[in-house]
């Protein structure tokens, strides 16, 4: 969290956690495996949300709202992070063969395009309209930069979303 994937040394690690370098490297023994465990304890203490929770909302206008508050709550108390991941993720996925997606967008896009009762292209438009909603960088973009309020940047999407099926 303090300088992010790319520029974490075993060294410093070590230092950090008080041991040797071998130490660190007898519990992980490349970086893989490091990531991997940095990741599982930070995911732990915070989890992202739960896209199943939504499935009871009948409504998809209110599941894509009620998805992407809390996605965007999620963001904001984990900004600090997910900006040094994605600001290193380049590095990092050449090194660990990383997803080009993060893990928990495929199953929320699922979730909030059910419903909709499109086919075809605008099925499609849809679904990219919500992976695009679901960003971190729309996100930022929304609420950080152009200082949008929390509602405002979810109905916002909600009317991107409504537009990528009536197009």
């Given at each position: ?5 790319r ?9 950090r ?12 023994p ?5 990531f ?17 929770s ?11 709202r009620?998805?992407?508050s ?6 904001a108390?984990?900004?600090?992070r ?21 893990p ?31 960003s971190?960088?729309t ?29």
């Amino acid at each position: 969290m303090t300088v992010g994937p790319r520029d974490t040394t075993v060294s410093a690690i070590a230092e950090r956690a008080g041991v040797e370098r071998l130490t660190v490297y007898r519990h992980f023994p490349d970086e893989k495996s490091l990531f991997a465990a940095c990741t599982a304890h930070y995911m732990s203490l915070h989890p992202l949300p739960d896209p199943r929770s939504w499935t009871g909302i009948h409504d998809s206008g209110d599941r894509l709202r009620r998805g992407l508050s809390e996605q965007y709550a999620w963001f904001a108390e984990n900004e600090r992070r997910q900006a040094s991941i994605l600001r290193d993720v380049e590095a990092v996925r050449a090194r660990h063969s990383l997803p080009d997606r993060p893990p928990f967008e495929a199953p929320a896009v699922d979730v909030l395009a059910s419903g909709w009762r499109v086919r075809g292209r605008a099925r499609e438009r849809l679904r990219s309209a919500i992976g695009h909603a679901l960003s971190f960088y729309t996100w930022r973009s929304l609420e950080r930069e152009q200082k949008l309020a929390r509602s405002d940047a979810v109905e916002l999407m909600v009317a991107l979303a409504v537009g990528a099926v009536r197009m």
